[in-house]
RNA sequence: GUCCCCAUCGUCUAGCCUGGUCCAGGACACCGGCCUUUCACGCCGGCGACACCGGUUCAAAUCCGGUUGGGGACGCCA
């Protein structure tokens, strides 16, 4: 094969979503399979809606994937010379022609035609009149109104279009801005594109486009309709199905591969295989795997793989993406190697950093106040003795590795003659303040002796100060 | 409405091209059990699908046709 060279090209006329990073990731890993050129290009050719900082959020999503772009980005915006220059070769070889329509007008026939059930199509008033270049004069395209358009797509298979469905649309609009269709493939062919990889909303595009190649004389890329993604509903995925800016899944705590993950199994398998490195993604992706069905968004699966990536990730990584997490929640990250420690004893125990920063917050702060139902039920009089067993015993011990706590228990539980649980569950609480958390042994072991024995005494306090406020009631 | 695309468990999917090895495999979710100092993790088990009809064939999830259903596109948006 040719030097592969694949492109995204979004609009910056909003946030980078989940479908469009599903349509990156495509062109990036098929780029990256071939050791071909990923190109990022802005396609900002729609001036009202185009904003700037839309650019910078895409580029901040893409790069926060690991996307990473070999050329560009380019913008559609600086390139307008060159649209016009193609433009202008097609009027020449005949294939364009100029129209002073009211756009107005023919929005009115449009609507009307497909409120009688019509396919609305441009009935080519200005085809033949010959009109030269002139202030409010589009450019439209001569489609020819016989003949099959069509193209063997690397995912679908064969498609085809009679060229008779089609009508002339505007390449270049009268303000001298190109519309999508042209500047799509002036773009291609200058830039060399070998495979376009985009969702199949751009299916009924693509013979249009195919036409301006041909007029063009040129060879068009191969082309990948991949399927869309879809929201529970069914529809196509859009902002009103949730938090689908690929930021806010980082504000969510997921971790950038997870998201990889997720999107690369979603239209594309291989085999059994769920788990995929980036490495082996790139090794393993192609097309002839890419399915046609279009697939269901699952927040619950991208949430499990997550938790996976947590799981079996590196402490000491893992801990470095906790910070900003506890930082929004107020907490000064403390030092790497005991955040370190924390994170250990919840990566199993958590699907997204937020998640665990949540639960980290004992490990650096006063578990106080107590979780109510916890306190209220391990917190008594009647625990009191336990508790205060429990400080003499952690007095006396030197170790503190897991053996040695748990030794420690298990005696604390025997010389009380209860069950481990009824020792356990008031440590926890005084502890951590909550009725779920990390193993004891491990609590102890990172909070060390001298502050789990505050906290143990705290919690003594603590009950001593609710008898007498019962009393004091009564 | 017209055109185009699609159709395997609730969801993501393997298998389909090169029919038999599939009374359909994996994963998420869900349910049950085990493990257990709590919560999780983990482990074991369970539930659960070839949309329908016809054709081709000794044999069809796999090939063909139709029906139904879903989606997408019909902009001087991309």
Known sequence: MAQVRTRFSPSPTGALHLGGAHTALFNWLF??????????????????????????????????????????????????????EYTHKLVQVGAAYYCDCDPEDLEERRQRALARGDKPRYEGRCRERGLGPGPQRAVRFKTPQTGITGWQDQIKGPIEFENHELDDLVLMRADGIPTYNLAVVVDDITMGVSHIIRGDDHISNTPRQLLVYQALEAKPPLLGHMPLM?????????????????LA???????????????????????????????ELIQYFSLDHVGKAPGIHDDEKLLWLNSHYLKTGDDHELARQL????????????????????????????KTLVEMAD?????????RPYEPEGAKKFL??????????????????????????????????????VKLVAVAQPLRVALTGRTASPSLTDVMALLGKDESLSRLS?????????RHEVLSNT
């Open 458 to 466: 705290q919690a003594l306090d603590y009950i001593n100060q609710s």
């Open 380 to 417: 008594t009089p009647d625990t009191g003795p336990i508790l205060q067993d429990a400080v003499r015993a952690l007095e006396n011990q030197a170790d503190l590795s897991e053996a040695a706590l748990t030794g420690m228990l298990k005696d604390l539980a025997a010389q009380a003659g």
């Open 230 to 246: 879809l929201g529970k509903d069914r529809t196509k995925l859009s902002k009103r199905h949730g938090a689908l800016p690929v």
């Open 323 to 350: 910070v900003p997490f506890l930082a929004s929640l107020g907490i000064d990250s403390p030092d790497p190697e005991y955040l370190a420690g924390v994170v250990a004893t919840l990566k199993t125990r958590s």
């Open 359 to 367: 639960a980290a917050r004992f490990y650096v702060q006063d578990p």
């Open 249 to 279: 899944y980082r504000a969510r705590g997921i971790l950038p591969h997870s998201l990889n993950n997720y999107l690369a199994r979603l239209g594309w398998s291989h085999g059994d295989q769920e788990i995929f490195s980036r490495e």
């Open 31 to 84: 780029a990256r399979h071939y050791k071909g050129v990923f190109i990022l290009r802005i396609e900002d050719t729609d001036v009202e809606r185009s904003q700037e900082h839309f650019v910078e959020e895409i580029k901040e999503s893409l790069l926060w994937l690991g996307l990473d772009w070999d050329e560009g980005p380019y913008f559609q915006s600086e390139r307008l010379q060159l649209y016009q």
